[in-house]
């Protein structure tokens, strides 16, 4: 494959130019391994990106920087922990300079990365504002996504230096998501978002949290461990709600024995600013109200689609939330248009996006791939403690009529040497069932809290996604003393031959 001219140089679309096989707008996870596995395979990729550096919300404001928060908050915790081990050190302060210098660090390492391999593998990197155009370039298109030597769609890419029109046999959506706004309590001033949290310059003396998720409790426990008040607010009792209960209730007691506080509320009534904080009022379930205050509010109840205008005029259907609909394999309601990540439905994880860019690549080139499954996709949460989940609960999976006989078995994982010496605890819960049409048990969720668990879930990842016979799954021997014994553990007791659990 000849290298391709920079097409920020290209003139606008005639046909001296060449013709991309793949436009990728958006270059998050999904447009970048997208814009990867497509050079891979030796197709001519373009990748256009409006941020000054590829690697969307992930690389640069979500993943890769809290991470590495939380990677210093952890050196915190187990410097306070050392004295119960007989190792004595000096309280420890926070030097915020270094560490925002440590997390922009790490970024700029993955970023840097990043740009050398898709540079490497010859795809060409467009900076600017893209946009599909209107749908008039498919009259003589054939049929077949991405079979012609023609161009089917024309990205119009708005750059820095003016407008540039690209050529693509096929086009990837991969515009990614933004923080959900709340009505009642809008982002500005001491009201953030997870963007503008990160940029702050300090650790404050309090904050509320509005959101039990993932991003509201790595944040949270990320600001406790550095000596902040933390309030999360709960609207169903636990955090996690949309998971198995043991594992939210597990999740609150271990965050609350860090020092984060809970509250129970219904709806929020009203906000001001009282010149030195925010102030809450909050009404309950009982429709009694009370009033929260702190120094700043986190609003992290989710995240929206980015989805342009544009979508619709181009022959790209919406649903009544902005995700763009798709099937199986990311193809959108326009022939040879395909989207993936966050701008569709589903489980909004950065490895989502990555694996359904890597789909979408391999669809456009012939290939065959298996879709993507939101059932077999881990999610995780990077708070203290832990929590990660794969596969179907049990009430899904009882609703489904093709299992039998569905079990629910949960250990607690104290009893495991390495999760006993970090002081933490946890609990596992497997869900099992018999296939209706025959055959052996086999593992259909693992869902868990506590120490490592997301190293965890990627074994049990493999037994779902594999369907893997209990009985078989529970003779995977685990190194001793290892983490991941606590998951041998369970699988034996699911198994019915628990040895270390009743």
């Not at 596995?37 to 197709?43: D, F, I, N, P, V």
């Not at 054939?142 to 693509?168: E, F, M, S, Y």
């Not at 509250?263 to 109200?289: K, M, P, Q, V, W």
Request: charged share 20%.
């Amino acid at each position: 494959m000849s290298i391709v001219p920079p097409v920020s140089s290209l003139p606008s679309h005639s046909a001296d130019s060449p013709v991309f096989d793949i436009a990728v707008i958006g270059a998050g996870p999904g447009g970048y391994s997208c814009a990867l596995r497509a050079a891979q395979l030796g197709l001519r990729v373009a990748l256009v990106e409006r941020d000054a550096r590829p690697g969307g919300t992930c690389l640069n404001r979500g993943c890769i920087p809290t991470k590495a928060l939380l990677t210093a908050a952890h050196a915190a915790d187990e410097a306070r922990r050392g004295e119960t081990m007989g190792i004595m050190l000096p309280r420890p302060q926070v030097d915020y300079d270094r560490l925002a210098a440590f997390r922009d660090a790490s970024v700029d390492t993955m970023v840097t990365g990043l740009e050398s391999l898709l540079s490497r593998r010859g795809a060409t990197l467009v900076r600017g504002t893209a946009r599909l155009d209107d749908g008039a370039a498919q009259a003589d298109a054939a049929a077949t996504d991405g079979a012609t030597d023609g161009a089917r769609h024309r990205v119009i890419v708005d750059t820095a230096d003016g407008t540039t029109t690209l050529a693509a046999r096929a086009v990837v959506l991969a515009t990614g998501a933004r923080p959900t706004q709340l009505d009642a309590l809008p982002f500005g001033g001491r009201v953030l978002d997870s963007d503008h949290a990160l940029t702050l310059d300090r650790v404050p003396s309090s904050v509320i949290i509005v959101g039990s998720g993932a991003i509201g409790l790595e944040f949270a426990s990320f600001w406790s461990s550095l000596g902040a008040q933390v309030t999360v607010l709960l609207r169903h009792g636990r955090p996690l709600s949309a998971w198995p209960r043991r594992v939210g209730m597990a999740v609150r007691r271990g965050m609350g024995a860090h020092g984060v506080q809970w509250a129970d509320y219904e709806s929020i009534e009203a906000y001001e600013d009282t010149g030195d904080g925010i102030a809450l009022t909050l009404s309950g379930r009982r429709g009694d109200t009370s009033r929260l205050e702190a120094e700043l509010c986190l609003v992290a109840v989710g995240r929206t689609p980015v989805s342009a205008p544009w979508f619709v005029g181009s022959g790209v259907t919406t649903d009544a939330r902005g995700f763009v609909v798709t099937a199986p394999w990311g193809r959108t309601s326009r022939p040879g248009v395909f989207a993936v990540g966050d701008v569709t439905r589903g489980r909004q994880t950065a490895h989502r996006a990555f694996e359904q860019g890597i789909v979408a690549a391999e669809c456009i080139a012939g290939l065959e791939p298996a879709p993507v499954k939101d059932a077999a996709t881990p999610l995780v949460v990077f708070s203290s403690p832990e929590a990660a989940s794969v596969g179907l609960d049990a009430d899904t999976a009882r609703a489904d009529g093709a299992w039998t006989d569905v079990r629910d078995t949960a250990i607690v994982t104290q009893g495991n040497a390495r999760v006993m010496m970090s002081g933490a605890s946890g609990v596992i819960d497997l869900v099992t069932a018999t296939p209706a049409d025959g055959g052996e048990r086999i593992v259909l969720g693992a869902h868990m809290a506590g120490p490592h668990v997301s190293e965890l879930v990627a074994e049990a990842e493999q037994l779902v996604r594999g369907r893997v016979p209990l009985s078989q799954a529970a003779r995977a021997i685990h190194p001793h003393p290892t983490f991941g014994e606590a998951l041998g553990e369970a699988l034996l007791a699911a198994d019915g031959r628990p040895l270390h659990t009743f």
